[in-house]
């Protein structure tokens, strides 16, 4: 009689674990593959960074200075592009420094180099503008070199804050009475676009321009 092997139980199925490994590599494929796409998507939208770092850029503004012309007799109007501002005393400010840098063309400066605009404050239509006392020490003087400073700067002023309507002079926080003695600057200034050489003054109501003394 054949004997039985009673510890015999049949044909073994696979564990669990055995039937499930292939599944974990097809898994783990997945996973790589997914991080391998990102990885280049990322580097993608990397180059489109700038542009959103370039939208955040001011914009910038033209405005127009006026300097006196070759013959130191007449203002000329002068195109400036400026980096752009959100707040008025900021423009005003920025307005002020391009006529202290200068002009870029071959016209001549009406203040002097060193002349630092130490404040600016506006009410209504007045804007008092408060300089260093280089705007007295460093100017030449004379009633045509004065008359084409303060008019230059009241005139680029309205020129390009049209609501603005009056300037009035400051030095170290004081009310400035005369450049060298020629201009009357006890009152706000008006605009005078009289000075501008013909056909470049913007329209407006053109006020009168006081002196107070001869050269």
Known sequence: MTRTNQNYRGPQRPSLMRRLLPWW??????FSLGLVVGHFRSQDADPAAPAADVALQPAMRNIVLYFAATDGQTLVAESRAVVGCLLEEDCLRDTVQALIDGPQGGLIPILPKRTTLR?????GSLVTL???RDLVSGHPGG???ELLTVYGLADTIVANFPHLRQVQFQVDGKPLETLKGHVDLRQPLFADFTLVEE???PTGKISTVPTGGDE
Do not use: N
């Not at 590599?25 to 997945?30: T, V």
């Not at 404040?119 to 009410?123: C, D, I, Y």
């Open 25 to 30: 590599g097809i898994i783990a494929l997945i």
């Open 119 to 123: 404040k600016v404050t506006v009410s």
């Open 130 to 132: 408060d300089f260093s």
């Open 143 to 145: 009633t045509q070199s």
């Open 199 to 201: 056909g470049l003054a």
